[in-house]
Structures are given as C-alpha cells and as structure tokens.
C-alpha cells in the first residue's frame, strides 16, 4: 500500500499529559552526552533562573514520540515501519522544558513529498503544558522507502 496522501492536514487527538521526571531529564542529557550542570543539577538550574532540572533540547523527541506512535498506528496510513527513517528533525521552542512540567502534543500532518516511489511524511507537534501555553514545535521529516519493485 502506498503512504496515504489523504494524511495531509490530517490532526490526532491530543496525548495524554507527560510528567517531565528529573530523573528522566537526568538519564536523557546522559544518554545524548549533554554535560551543562543545569541538565542533572537542581541548584545549578535555580542558579540559571529555572524552577528544577532543564531537559536537553532533544528531550522534546519524548513527548512527539507519543503522537507519532499516532500516526504510525493509523491503519490507512500506509506506512509500514519496516521501510521507514526518521529523516529529519527540528525544533521550535517558546521556553525550555523543565522538570515537573506536564506537557500534551497533538500532531498534524503538515505534508507528503513523492520522491520515486518513496514518501517523505512531515509532521508538527505542538507540545503545550498543563496551562495549555506552547512550549516546543517538533517537526519530524519521516522517510517511507517505496515498496519493493516500485520505482
């Protein structure tokens, strides 16, 4: 099956809130070698003017992960992960996210790019906390490889 092009401009439902750990802010910023102080120190966050531990900017990929699980599931996406890259990623922040936030996404698919039999699938979430305030926009560029013997 071919990736949907009725996806564009498709919205998911909103995600159901993320508590932002400090040990979660911790184990990330070790995991993507993120060694400023402000990551896994408390009192070097308050020092910089946070209330807690400041989550490495990728941490974003956490919570948008939750939406793409979305889209990967919908049954007449015609994605299939086998044949599929993360192919690119950025981020759009309001403020960092920080320990003890609660934050929802909700994902749009924002286009569908044909390259030969492959599609690249783009996406936004708008990650928000508990007061509904943005905090990030993550846009995901997915690559869905063609089916085999389609060029």
Same mark, same amino acid.
């Given at each position: 099956m071919a990736v949907n092009q009725e996806l564009i401009g498709r919205e998911f439902p909103p995600t159901a809130p993320y !508590?932002? &750990? *400090? +040990?979660?802010v911790r184990e990330f910023a070790r995991a993507v070698l993120a060694d400023a102080p402000q990551h896994t120190d408390v009192d070097a966050? *308050?020092?910089? &003017?946070?209330?807690?531990v400041v989550a490495p900017p990728t941490f974003a990929m956490v919570i %948008?992960? !939750?939406? !793409? %699980? %979305? $889209?990967l599931s919908e049954p007449d996406s015609g994605i299939e992960l086998a044949r599929t890259i993360h192919a690119e990623q950025r981020f759009a922040y309001t403020r960092p996210i920080v320990a003890g936030d609660e934050l929802?996404? %909700? !994902? *749009?698919?924002? &286009?569908? *790019?044909?390259? /030969?039999g492959n599609a690249m699938i783009t996406s936004e979430a708008e990650i928000a906390d508990a007061e509904g +305030?943005?905090?990030?926009?993550?846009?995901?560029?997915? $690559?869905?490889?063609? +089916? +085999? /013997?389609?060029q």
């Open positions: !508590l932002v &750990g *400090r +040990e979660k966050a *308050r020092a910089a &003017g946070f209330s807690d %948008q992960d !939750l939406t !793409l %699980q %979305q $889209l929802t996404a %909700q !994902l *749009r698919v924002t &286009g569908i *790019r044909m390259m /030969g +305030e943005h905090v990030v926009t993550a846009t995901s560029v997915l $690559l869905v490889g063609a +089916e +085999e /013997g389609v």
